[in-house]
């Protein structure tokens, strides 16, 4: 039996692939185009691992991208070997160590119940730090500061070490921010006496437990046989350095991912892993994969066309079997009002021509402000739909609330949750009093809890007695929390801290809603604790289940919806039908990160991974207006639609208002000249060689364009069309540029200067 469960999953692999899954020792590397199966790969070599060489599941760890990617390559893994599967040691990085980092939190000086302050929690402290040592705020701002430590934190420079290197010293002075390695001092400590540690000391202090005691690090690698990793493009130094440790005694490490897919590196994400990773281990067995089998072939070679204008990229020859399929769709609105009503009735038109499913179609965005627009027309057509990411469930104020409360039950010593719930709901408890607390602690060097306990001896009247009676609200949660599960234990809280009663007074449609939510959070956590197979179910556990869920984990993927994402968020995921929105210059490629060659070429391969997640068909979509930062701004089409090859692409002809559309151009094309010279200015980094255009330059009427005649282009210069093909909106012409070579063009939106001679 077990024999024919093998061939079964053996001869789902192509040779290569299949290469990648039986030869399971030693350092691996697969570095392939997208949808050429390198999740598959790794589902199949750990499965293999198990069923063919018998290795134990717990001594396999593998790191994926989301937990929920981990959770579902562990149901693939489960239905090649059994319910075995269970106990292979899987998730993202953050979540995987950071239970290691309970288990050994005593080596660091944390206790094992430390809390895991997330973005926000964060921010608000730096904020608070900055107000003590009377900073400007608007120098120092939170952001800005949380990004810097951040920063520091990913290349493991410590404290210690930024405020000994001159170098930071100098660009922070540069930066008109001297003070910020003092900030980041007191940030660490303050996060110290919290017993909390943010999502960069998840990695930054296993790197420091795995550097500073051997017998831990050494205790691992005895445990660890196998190391997999996927998305292998997208890890920094310091989960690479974690990685290398580990797995430094048997070198059973396989990593894979595809350059051209990384987008992370505004997040420190470094390609450099890469080429890292054939130097450290000689020994590398370097697999390529080339076919894919995710999308169409004009899919496929349309991406292709895109990436092709990187330079920084390993040579790689993606193909497919698959279908031609149908042209990719490029769909021009009004406005971002218009462009939601277009996709949402392009969808329910496909939706009825291919009887298809909600949950085969996907929208992705650049950024999640985009979301409202398509969230609107959705819903007017009917069509069910969720959000991933955005102000997810648990970012809600009164979900955060409730939190806070079980934060601080949890770890008497969480500053931020202290704060946020000791004058929920109010009990008269002011700001200047919770902030004696905090200094009276940090002056005296006491433990924030000890400072409650007795706070009548350091405020005087009112305020000590009401900080008294929190404290034994505190206490007989605790005691609770010390006897039952999280689930009567965090209904208990709602009840008698008298957040439930609150919400239930108010009867606005908001304040309802913010009830409903309470009550879907408890009943979330009694799902936690109504789990069979888990084993320890307290609070504790159930808070750190939630600091490490991701966006993307909080979404109920069964669901029968169209899924509206940001890029960022969609990487390793298909959808049959996916809609690319918003396509327009400063959105797309982003003008916040536009500073380099280097950030277009990021951008770029964000539009790759956002094009290859299509399986069957692809639509393109950009609005002439859109709404940005409260304003009507006019926008460009992005130069990307330029950089797909022309033969793959048509003109969505049947949507939208042609009179509205020619009056906007006008408006669009009037403004042209003045855009180009700002362009001029700003696009000091675009891909090709920059033409000058003529002072004059006017992008012509092209419905006159004919063969044999010269033309301008804003970008590739001057050149003679030799093809004109199809007609109207699909209007194509083929230019033999004097410098720039030949390009095809799509008319309706290159911008060509007919020359009259
Ligand atoms: N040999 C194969 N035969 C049939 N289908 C395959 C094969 N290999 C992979 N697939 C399918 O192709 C699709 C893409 O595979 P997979 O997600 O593993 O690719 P990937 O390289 O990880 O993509 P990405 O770069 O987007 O992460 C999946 O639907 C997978 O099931
Ligand atoms: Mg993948």
Not at 152 to 175: C, E, F, G, M
Not at 404 to 419: T, W
Request: aromatic residues 8%.
């Amino acid at each position: 039996m077990a024999s024919e469960v093998q061939a079964d999953y053996l001869n789902e692999l192509n040779p290569p692939q299949r290469e990648g899954v039986v030869n399971t020792e030693g350092p691996t590397m697969l570095i392939a185009g997208a949808g050429s199966g390198k999740t598959r790969v790794l589902t199949y070599r750990i499965a293999h691992l198990i069923q063919h060489h018998h290795v134990e599941p717990f001594s396999i760890m593998a790191l994926t991208f989301t937990n929920k990617a981990a959770k579902e390559m562990r149901e693939r893994i489960e239905k090649i070997v059994g319910n075995e599967a269970r106990n292979l040691y899987m998730g993202t990085f953050h979540s995987v160590f950071a239970r290691i980092l309970r288990s050994e939190a005593s080596r660091l000086g944390f206790p094992s119940n430390f809390t895991i302050y997330d973005t926000d929690d964060s921010k608000t402290l730096i904020r608070q730090i900055v107000k003590q040592m009377k900073l400007d705020d608007k120098l120092y701002k939170a952001n800005v500061v949380l990004n810097r430590i951040s920063a520091a934190k990913n290349r493991l420079v410590s404290w210690q070490d930024y405020l000994n290197n001159p170098i930071y010293a100098q660009d922070d002075a540069d930066n008109m921010r001297p003070e910020m390695g003092k900030l980041y001092q007191t940030y660490v400590m303050r996060c110290f006496s919290a017993d909390a540690m943010d999502f960069d000391d998840l990695l930054f202090n296993t790197n420091v437990l795995f550097q500073e005691h051997p017998d831990v690090l050494n205790k691992y690698q005895q445990r660890f046989k196998y190391l997999l990793i996927d998305e292998f493009q997208d890890t920094n130094i310091s989960q690479y350095l974690i990685a290398k440790r580990l797995a430094a005694v048997r070198q059973n490490i396989a990593v894979v991912g595809d350059d051209a897919q990384s987008i992370y590196a505004f997040r420190g994400a470094d390609i450099q892993n890469i080429l890292n990773f054939e130097r450290d281990y000689p020994d590398l067995k370097v697999i390529k994969l080339e076919q894919n089998y995710r999308s169409t072939k004009t899919i496929v070679n349309a991406a292709n066309s895109v990436i092709n204008k990187n330079t920084a990229q390993l040579q790689k020859n993606v193909w497919t079997d698959n279908d031609e399929g149908d042209l990719i769709e490029l769909i021009k609105a009004t406005s971002d009002n218009e462009e939601g009503k277009l996709i949402a009735s392009a969808i329910f038109e496909t939706k009825m021509q291919t009887q298809s499913s909600n949950a085969e179609f996907a929208i992705l965005y650049r950024t999640n402000s985009q979301s409202r627009a398509m969230e609107e027309a959705l819903r007017r057509n009917n069509l069910k739909y969720r959000v991933v990411g955005g102000l997810s469930f648990y970012q809600r104020k009164e979900i955060k609330d409730l939190i806070a409360y079980l934060r601080f039950i949890v770890n008497p010593n969480d500053e931020q949750a202290m704060r946020r719930s000791i004058n929920l709901p109010k009990r008269g408890i002011g700001p200047g009093t919770i902030e004696k607390l905090v200094v009276v602690a940090s002056e005296e060097n006491q433990p924030l809890w000890n400072v409650m306990e007795n706070a009548k001896s350091y405020l005087g009247g009112r305020g000590g007695n009401q900080v008294d009676e929190y404290v034994t609200l505190i206490k007989s949660f605790r005691l609770t929390a010390e006897k039952k599960d999280a689930y009567d234990t965090a209904a208990l809280v709602a009840k008698n801290s008298g957040l439930l009663k609150e919400l239930y007074a108010d009867k606005t449609i908001e304040g309802m809603s913010r009830y409903e939510n309470v009550q879907e959070l408890l009943n979330a956590i009694k799902e936690f604790t109504d789990d069979k197979e888990r084993e320890d179910k307290s609070l504790s556990a159930f808070l750190q289940e939630v600091t490490l869920l991701t966006d993307e984990d909080r979404s109920d993927s069964n669901e029968e919806a169209v899924t509206l994402m940001t890029i960022h968020m969609a990487k390793g995921l298909e959808f049959n039908h996916v809609y690319i929105v918003g396509m327009e210059e400063d959105l797309f490629p982003s003008q916040m990160m536009l500073s380099s060659r280097a950030d277009l070429e990021e951008e770029r391969r964000l539009f790759y991974v956002a094009i290859t997640r299509a399986k069957k068909k692809l639509t393109l979509s950009y609005a002439l207006n859109r709404y940005r930062f409260g304003r009507l701004k006019n926008c460009e089409p992005s130069r990307f639609l330029e950089e797909i090859d022309p033969r793959f692409i048509k003109v969505n002809k049947k949507f939208g208002s042609r009179a509205a559309l020619s009056s906007a151009e006008s408006y669009v094309t009037k403004n042209f000249v003045n855009n180009l010279k700002k362009d001029q200015s700003n696009r000091k980094f675009a891909s090709a060689p920059q033409h000058k255009p003529s002072p004059d330059f006017q992008p012509s009427d092209t419905s006159g364009l004919q063969e044999g005649m010269r033309v301008e282009h804003a970008k590739f210069g001057f050149g003679k069309v030799t093809v004109i093909d199809a007609e109207g909106a699909n209007k194509k012409a083929k230019v033999e540029f004097d410098t720039a070579g030949e390009k095809t063009l799509l008319l309706s939106f290159a911008k060509l200067r007919i020359i009259e001679d």
